[in-house]
C-alpha cells in the first residue's frame, strides 16, 4: 500500500515540476473551484444568501430596506407563524434622549423588568435588558448588591434598589471595540446594533462596565404567544443565535413620541425620560432641580442614563 | 377680516402645539361616589339615612394631630372638599388639598418630575394626581410583591451573598 503511495506521490512531483505552471491556468483552475464551492450555497437556500451578501444597515438604499425587511417578515412568518410589522424610524431631529431615575422613590418590584422583556421579545436564557441591585443603605458599592433577592414585601428596611440598564453613553467603550462597526451612537444618541451585521466576538460585552450588552448563546426561545409583533430592525425583532443584544430605550416607541415601557411599567413613577435639548422636558426639569449622578463617573463614559435622591 | 382670520390661525396653531396634560380623575375611582347617596342631609334627615357601612375599615396615619374629618372634608356638603382656606374643591382636585402642606412635592409634581405621567414625551400625557398612589389616609406607599428574580447561572445553591 506504501509502495503505491508512494508512486503516486512521485508522479505528482514528476508532474508538477516538469510542467511549469502558467499564471493563467493557475487563474483558470482557482475560479473554477470557488465557483464550485459557493454554488452550493447558494441552492440550499436563497434566504439564507441573500443575507450573507446583506450591506451594512448604514449602507443600505431605501428599496434594499425594504427588501430586508420582507426577508425578516417572510423568516419570522415561516418560524412562528405570525404576521409581524417591521419598522425603521429614524431619528428625530433636535432631540437627544436622556433617561433618569429617583431611587428614593425605586421600590425594587422589577415591574419594569418584566415589561422590558415583554416588549423586547427577550429569549427566558437572557431575561431581561434591566438589572434591579438590592443595596444595603450606606454604599453605593454595585458589588455590595444582590440581583437575586426575592420579593414578597418590597421595599425591605435597610435596602434601596438601584436598577442599572444600559447608559448609552456619549464616550461609549463598547462601539469603540467593534471590530466590524456593528453597533454605532446614533444622532439621538442611542446605542444601537446591527445584529445582522454583528459577528458574535463579544468584544463589547467585555468592554462595557455597566454589563448592560447580552449574548444569545442559544436560538433564541421565544413564547410565541407574546411575541411583540410592532418589532424594528434596529431594535426589538428577534435576533438570531450568535449576535449581541441590548436596551435601545425602546427605539420603536420612542421615535414615535411614546415612553419606554419600563417607564410606563413602573408603580412608582421612578423613572423619567425625555428630550435634554427641550428646556422645558421633564428631564431638564430634575437637572435644574436635583443632584443627579451617573455610575462609574471615574471611566469617564459620559453616561446619559442619570440617578438622583429627593 | 383679514386679521381676524390671521388670529384664528394662530390661535389655532398654538392649541395644536401645546401639549395637553390630562389629570387622573379621583371621582371615577372612589367606589361610593357620591358619598351623599349614604350621607344625606346631616341637619334634617339623619334618621332617613342610617349609616350601614360606617367607615369601619378605615385606616389612619398620616398626621398625628390631624383628630377630625373636617380638616379636609366639607361638613355640609359630603361631595366635596374644603380647602383651609374655606374653598370648597371637588374630588377630583384632591391635590391641591394635599399641596397646603407639601409645597415641595407641589413643585416637582407641577414641573413633571414627582408622580407618574404616561402617553407621550413630547406631546399629550395623562398625569397620575397625588391619591392615585398614595392612598389620603395612610399615605405611605404601598409595599409591593416583586416579580420573579432572575434565574442564577450556577443554581440556587449560591444565592448566597459574597463572591467565592
Known amino acids: ?310 | 377680516m383679514k386679521y381676524i382670520s390671521l388670529f384664528f390661525v394662530m390661535l389655532c396653531s398654538y392649541t395644536l402645539v401645546q401639549a395637553t396634560v390630562v389629570l387622573e380623575e379621583r371621582k371615577m375611582k372612589l367606589k361610593e361616589f357620591p358619598c351623599s347617596s349614604c350621607h344625606g342631609d346631616f341637619v334634617n334627615e339623619k334618621a332617613k339615612f342610617p349609616l350601614s357601612k360606617p367607615h369601619d375599615s378605615l385606616k389612619f396615619k398620616h398626621m398625628d394631630s390631624i383628630k377630625n374629618c373636617y380638616t379636609c372634608h366639607d361638613k355640609d356638603d359630603r361631595d366635596f372638599l374644603k380647602l383651609h382656606a374655606g374653598e370648597k374643591i371637588s374630588f377630583d382636585e384632591s391635590y391641591k388639598l394635599c399641596f397646603q402642606c407639601h409645597g415641595e412635592k407641589k413643585r416637582d409634581w407641577q414641573a413633571g418630575i414627582h408622580g407618574k405621567q404616561i402617553g407621550s414625551w413630547n406631546g399629550d400625557k395623562y398625569k397620575f394626581v397625588c391619591t392615585s398612589c398614595h392612598e389620603a389616609h395612610h399615605p405611605k406607599f404601598r409595599m409591593m410583591k416583586a416579580d420573579p428574580a432572575p434565574k442564577h447561572p450556577r443554581g440556587k445553591q449560591s444565592q448566597a451573598q459574597g463572591g467565592h
Open chain 1, 1 to 310: 500500500m506504501s509502495k503505491k503511495l508512494d508512486n503516486k506521490l512521485q508522479n505528482l512531483m514528476e508532474n508538477s515540476l516538469g510542467k511549469k505552471v502558467k499564471r493563467r491556468g493557475f487563474l483558470k483552475t482557482l475560479v473554477t473551484d470557488s465557483a464550485a464551492t459557493v454554488v452550493p450555497v447558494k441552492t440550499a437556500s436563497a434566504f439564507s444568501f441573500e443575507k450573507f451578501f446583506q450591506k451594512h444597515y448604514k449602507e443600505l438604499s431605501a428599496e434594499q430596506k425594504k427588501k430586508v425587511f420582507a426577508r425578516i417578515t417572510k423568516e419570522q412568518k415561516d418560524k412562528f407563524g405570525v404576521d409581524i410589522k417591521i419598522l425603521d424610524p429614524n431619528p428625530l431631529d433636535g432631540v437627544k434622549y436622556a433617561y433618569a431615575l429617583n431611587l428614593s422613590t425605586c421600590n425594587g418590584s422589577r415591574k419594569c423588568v418584566t415589561a422590558c422583556a415583554e416588549e423586547n421579545n427577550i429569549p427566558a436564557e437572557i431575561g431581561s435588558y434591566i438589572k434591579v441591585l438590592e443595596m444595603p443603605i450606606g454604599t453605593m458599592n454595585p458589588e455590595k448588591g444582590t440581583l437575586f433577592y426575592e420579593g414578597k414585601q418590597v421595599p425591605k428596611d435597610g435596602k434601596y434598589y438601584l436598577p442599572v440598564q444600559c447608559n448609552h453613553c456619549d464616550n461609549s467603550p463598547c462601539t469603540k471595540v467593534c471590530p466590524v462597526e456593528a453597533t454605532w451612537k446614533e444622532k439621538d444618541g442611542i446605542v444601537v446594533v446591527d445584529y445582522d451585521w454583528c459577528i458574535g466576538c463579544r468584544y463589547c460585552q467585555a468592554a462595557c462596565p455597566y454589563e448592560a450588552r447580552h449574548f444569545n448563546f442559544k436560538e433564541p426561545t421565544i413564547d410565541v404567544s407574546k411575541l411583540n409583533t410592532q418589532q424594528s430592525y434596529l431594535s426589538n425583532r428577534v435576533r438570531p443565535k450568535g449576535v449581541m443584544e441590548k436596551c435601545t430605550f425602546c427605539l420603536q416607541r420612542s421615535r414615535n413620541g411614546q415612553y419606554p415601557a419600563c417607564l410606563e411599567a413602573c408603580p412608582t413613577g421612578a423613572r423619567k425620560f425625555g428630550n435634554i435639548l427641550d428646556p422645558k422636558s421633564e428631564i431638564n426639569q430634575i437637572f435644574k432641580k436635583k443632584r443627579v449622578f451617573v455610575l462609574k463617573e471615574e471611566l469617564n463614559t459620559m453616561p446619559q442614563f442619570f440617578y438622583y435622591f429627593d
